[in-house]
T-cell receptor, first 111, second 114 residues
């Protein structure tokens, strides 16, 4: 059983389109982290959300943590080819413990 | 944040041999983790390696196959022993740093076993 369900698994869109990636669980997490990984590199931390209902913005990326701290979403506005990559959500049951990863969303943005 | 380096960045190994992967951090950290990422997959935790105690392994991973050392607060090694093609993966170390317990990853070691 996958503790963190991430969807969609693959997304191929045109430059300028908007998209949302979802990360859902039946478990409560103390925090949820979003990473972006490019081929041949390790995951790079984009944001950490800690408080239920929290919304964080990083340029064209908007991250939201569900009120019950069981789910999160990543919304990208006006996607660009540079956004192409693997997006991973990861939950932390307790602060400082190992992360539980979703299966990832492979995003391809074409110009 | 933390800056993490791994050696080697990639290797091609014969089945039955062993490879030791090094993870170096630019600051002292207590919590360090080793993950595996199989081709086209997400990350799976292998073990937690805290300095001063033995590594704690996740279900499906054993010390004889993946021995870990953590001699100090900035360094750790993971050995992949008696390798088979199924061990072909990217191996990543990560550390917890910062006041909000954020986790940072090394660049990974891409292992191919032939």
């Amino acid at each position: 059983t996958q503790l963190l369900e991430q969807s969609p698994q693959f997304l191929s869109i045109q430059e300028g389109e908007n998209l949302t990636v979802y990360c859902n669980s039946s478990s409560v997490f103390s925090s949820l982290q979003w990473y972006r990984q490019e081929p041949g590199e390790g995951p790079v931390l984009l944001v950490t959300v800690v408080t239920g209902g929290e919304v964080k913005k990083l340029k064209r990326l908007t991250f939201q943590f569900g009120d019950a701290r069981k789910d999160s979403s990543l919304h990208i506005t006006a996607a660009q080819p540079g956004d192409t990559g693997l997006y991973l959500c990861a939950g932390e049951r307790q602060a400082g413990t190992a992360l539980i990863f979703g299966k990832g969303t492979t995003l391809s943005v074409s110009s | 944040s933390a800056v993490i380096s791994q050696k080697p960045s990639r290797d091609i190994c014969q089945r039955g041999t062993s490879l030791t992967i090094q993870c170096q951090v630019d600051s002292q950290v207590t919590m360090m983790f080793w993950y595996r990422q199989q081709p086209g997959q997400s990350l799976t935790l292998i073990a937690t390696a805290n300095q001063g105690s033995e590594a704690t392994y996740e279900s499906g991973f054993v010390i004889d196959k993946f021995p870990i050392s953590r001699p100090n607060l900035t360094f750790s090694t993971l050995t992949v022993s008696n390798m088979s093609p199924e061990d072909s993966s990217i191996y990543l170390c990560s550390v917890v740093a910062g006041a909000t317990y954020e986790q940072y990853f090394g660049p990974g070691t891409r292992l191919t076993v032939t």
